[in-house]
């Protein structure tokens, strides 16, 4: 099992940008596909974003395609989202997950074996 801490969230403006960081804990992080989730007030928890466990392929939803970015450093062990020309929308607790799937790309939050307590994400006006 891998163990999961969330960090950079917060207060951010509408257009803004921000950085969020999930550190993960063991020797076999690059065996894991990394990926994050989220959810807001009412809702039900959605897909966001998933790197490979090499870190080359990367997959989005459309709701963020082009102007969010995941990626991860092996070395030392941490997955990271960039989060730029934030909406109203991405406003919700954001989640770090890792995966075991035969699936390059797990999208489903069922291929996803363990999880990160979450961090949140307000966005003003």
């Known amino acids: 099992q891998v163990q999961l801490v969330e960090s950079g969230g917060g207060l951010v403006q509408a257009g803004g940008s921000l950085r969020l960081s999930c550190a993960a804990s063991?020797?076999?992080?690059?065996?894991?596909?990394m990926g994050w989730f989220r959810q807001a007030p009412g809702k039900e928890r959605e897909f966001v974003a998933v790197v490979s466990r090499s870190g080359v392929n990367r997959y989005y939803a459309d709701s963020v395609k082009g102007r969010f970015t995941i990626s991860r450093d092996n070395a030392k062990n941490t997955v990271h989202l960039q989060m730029n020309t934030l909406k109203f929308e991405a406003a919700a607790v954001y989640y770090c997950a890792a995966g075991e799937s035969i699936r390059i790309l797990p999208r489903r939050q069922e291929e996803y074996n363990c999880w990160g307590q979450g961090t949140q994400i307000t966005v003003s006006s």
């Open positions: 063991g020797r076999t992080f690059s065996t894991y596909g």
